[in-house]
């Protein structure tokens, strides 16, 4: 396992699955982050999917992201690869003849790590999303070698879903440092009791709790966060 870059808070954000509001929770613990260290900022290594905006194509997850950030980085640095389409990102990749060089993106990490106090690194899709015909996004999280925030979104299922990648996370031999509920499904019966199961079985501190919401707000989210990250 490739050894995290020294000096700096860095950390690497995985969701159960696609849709589960990884960037929201990204940006929050950004923001949370914030309020211990003055240079923070987030990484999108892989974006899938772009929209126009002030005459240029825009993955949204990577602009949630710098606004968010409390310094300003070079754009190849915080997004190393930016794919058109909003498909699986090898498929994107395929299509846009830009192959996903996971060496680059960890070269990139280490970068940032050394400009900033603490970097917030939103991984694709879920775990294991593909990002290559051999390679997935638990190769680049293995090879960051960096501490895993997961978050869990609270609908039918999650359980499943979150014990599975709690076990790929720990195959590679990462640190599950905690996790992140968040309530995508308003409707969900028993979401507490959903709750208090992964709180026993994850092994890993609840590190926040995002309640359903039509247009929250990153900033006031709650932060229970360890000692080691303040």
């Known amino acids: ?19 589960v509001g990884k960037t929201l929770a990204s940006t929050a613990l ?10 923070v900022v987030g990484m999108k290594p892989v974006a899938a999917g772009t929209v126009r905006a002030n005459g240029e194509e825009v993955n949204e997850d990577v602009v949630a992201l710098r606004a968010a950030s409390a310094c300003r980085v070079p754009p190849e640095l915080d997004n190393p690869v930016l794919l058109p389409d909003p498909v699986s990102p090898h498929i994107a990749a395929a ?20 400009l900033a106090e603490a970097v917030v690194v939103e991984g694709a899709g879920g775990f294991l999303v593909p990002l290559s015909g051999s390679e997935t996004g ?6 960051l070698g960096l501490p895993v925030v997961l978050v869990v979104g609270l609908r039918l299922g999650c359980l499943n879903h979150a ?14 440092a905690g996790w992140i509920a968040n309530h995508v499904d308003a409707s969900m019966l028993a979401q507490e009791d959903n709750i208090a199961f992964l709180r026993h079985r ?4 609840l590190l926040a709790t995002i309640q359903h919401q039509a247009a929250p707000d990153p900033r006031a989210i709650h932060f229970e966060l360890p000692l080691a990250w303040q």
Do not use: K, N, Y
């Open 138 to 143: 638990a190769d680049l999280a293995q090879a």
């Open 30 to 39: 950004i923001h949370a982050l914030a309020r211990h260290h003055v240079r």
């Open 163 to 176: 014990l599975l990648t709690a076990e790929a996370i720990r195959a590679r031999e990462l640190t599950l």
């Open 202 to 205: 994850l092994q890993a501190p």
């Open 95 to 114: 299509r846009a003849g830009m192959p996903i060089d996971i060496a680059h993106l960890v070269a990139c990490q280490r970068r940032l790590a050394q």
């Open 1 to 19: 396992m490739a050894e995290a870059a020294r000096g700096s808070l860095s950390l690497f954000v995985t969701g159960t699955d696609t849709g």
